[in-house]
């Protein structure tokens, strides 16, 4: 409880008046708890009371609820994890798996007609297969705009 009490310090302190206000004609200890209830999950750990410093530094301008500091507590952007630095690649093995690519890459540069689909295309229309218009006028198109 000693979390929400702070909290409630810091939010009167930024609210003044309109926060009394805002706290209405209820028991404050009932308020207090139902806040801690609402605000569990953030006041767990360091790492998630994290998330209610970024809350309290990013307020709305009015008295937030429960409700709403609870969502403006979600909104908080997640802790970078911190991650090990990649290894680096065995220069042999990258040279051995390019020499295996090495074949593909120069057979396909020679073999490969950009426009091999719409020829296909338009044998298949003069052939008697029966295509969609559109396909057919597309396919036109590509081997007009050689």
């Known amino acids: ?65 429960a409700i709403q500091f609870k969502n403006l507590c979600r909104q908080a952007p997640a802790p970078e994890t911190p991650m090990l630095p990649s290894p680096p690649a065995n220069p042999e093995r990258v040279a051995a798996e390019l020499a295996k690519l090495a074949p593909l890459l120069t057979q396909k540069q020679e073999h490969t007609d950009p426009k091999a689909w719409a020829k296909r295309i338009m044998l298949d229309y003069k052939g008697g297969i029966k295509r969609p218009v559109a396909v057919v006028q597309m396919a036109r198109q590509a081997l007009n705009n050689v």
């Open 1 to 65: 409880m000693a979390a929400i009490d702070r909290l409630f310090e810091r939010l009167a302190l930024t609210y003044g008046a309109s926060w009394q206000h805002s706290l209405g004609a209820a028991p404050i200890m009932d308020i207090k708890s139902m806040w801690a209830h609402e605000l569990g999950s953030f006041l767990q750990n360091r790492e998630s009371m994290n998330r209610v410093v970024w809350a309290l530094d990013n307020l709305p301008e009015r008295p937030p609820n």
